[in-house]
């Protein structure tokens, strides 16, 4: 990854270098997939349609123009729209709450890791209770570290129209997890007492 | 004031999501299929790439750009390798294939494409040694009860032979003398073999076989003392493979072909595919087709006279004949 150019990459892409696509493939798989898994809840269709969303590039990358390093930004962008027409298609919305596939991260501690799991169980209900703009937003942003221009641009958005919906996304999140918060406060109060 | 600590209240919440979210994401674990997706995707590429490629060029730029032209030569020369190596393999897998085996047609193709190519002369003695093969193969397909095949065989054996005389009948004397030594050796090869499973039957039908075999031995006899028989005898060595080949039509052989039956046939039919005459096993009815042949095709053909010359030891060319077919001939 250190030696993963932007530039240099889609410039190569577009003439269907293998090497080039490859290394945009293993740079860009993994991070597709978990956006499609944060608005599918579902692993496997996650893999599905991140795969979808490359044979899509693929077949267009000839007429995708480099701005500077966009051309992850212009990946999830197909990404987005790739779960959309999914959900177009199936008629259905995710209510799956949490792929069994999500882990608990190691500690010593049994109840920190209890209440990290948790946190993390109730991360995921949070993102999928959002709308589904306000979730591309958060994960843009605060998984894959696009900044407010960058995630405009893959939504087709003004920035501001973006920090607005960013905002909202985060009092959504923010009382989401007050009240679980509470709930495990009461859960661990009870279990003392 | 308010307005400062309301931002760094959101700007620590921003930080705390994000932090929180970063850890989900990381916890996320990554695909067990991701392998498989990315050598899809990868082939995906690569017909992507055939498909980008740049059009054939006209004919008028072809000699302008013959750099272009390397790979496509390339392309070709690696397929017509490979086509090369496919039919090389098949053709030697195919050398020891046997009735009912998948690689069966291919060598009789490979056959067949090989006697196109030879000249006359070497044509004649690829088809008697076609017509032997057959005989093998007609033993095989006996022992294992592959009746379906019996018939087809005969006739290709019968078949062959007949090409042979046809073939030889243009050539000079010395060589369709041969030619009919040959065809003649393979005729009593096969009766020998005949009666060796016959040996074998149950004492009954043993005595109904051998009767049946004695009537049609008998029969080709008076055929060719009646005069229809072309030069050297050969349409009457023809035929005489036929009813052997038929024998399963038979019905006292075909219902009853005992177990020991495989092991006589194989031992005389596959196990020795060349002639290799074994005079003092054979009875005294299989040798008189023999004297036959000599005797009769002596009358008829001078070939015969250069035969019995190398039979007394004055030919002025010794043939490659084995000692058997000289003591035939005496």
Redesign the interface.
Known sequence: MADFDPLDIASRARAYDPEALAALFDAFFEKIRRFAYFHTGDAHLADDLASEVFSQALESIGKFTDRGGTIGPWLFGIARNVVAAHFRSTGARPTVPLDETARAPDSDCPEERALLKLSHEELYQALLALPDEQRTIVVLRFIEGYDVKTVARVLDKRPGAVRTQQHRAIMSLRKQFAGKEEEGHDEETASFG | MRKQQASVD?AC??MA??G??????D?????E??AI??S???S???V??LQ?APAPIKSESRKRATGRLVPAFYGVAIALAAIAVITMSLSFASVRAMPGSPLYSVKRTVERVQLSLLGRTEKVNALLKQANKRMGELGYATSRGMDSWLYSLASDAEEDIAEAKHEASSLGKTEAGRAVIEAGDIVIEHEKAVRQSVQSLPVRERESVQRWLDREVQERENEQNNGLTGPGGMEETAPAVAPGAREPEHPAEADARPANHEQSVSETALEQPRIEPVEAELTSEVKAPAREITTRSGDTHTWSDESDDRARGDAPEAPSRSTSETERAD
């Open positions: 959101a919440d921003e999501l994000a929180t979210l970063r850890d989900a994401a916890s996320f674990p990554p695909s299929r991701t997706l990315r899809s995707f990868l995906k590429v690569a992507r790439r980008a």
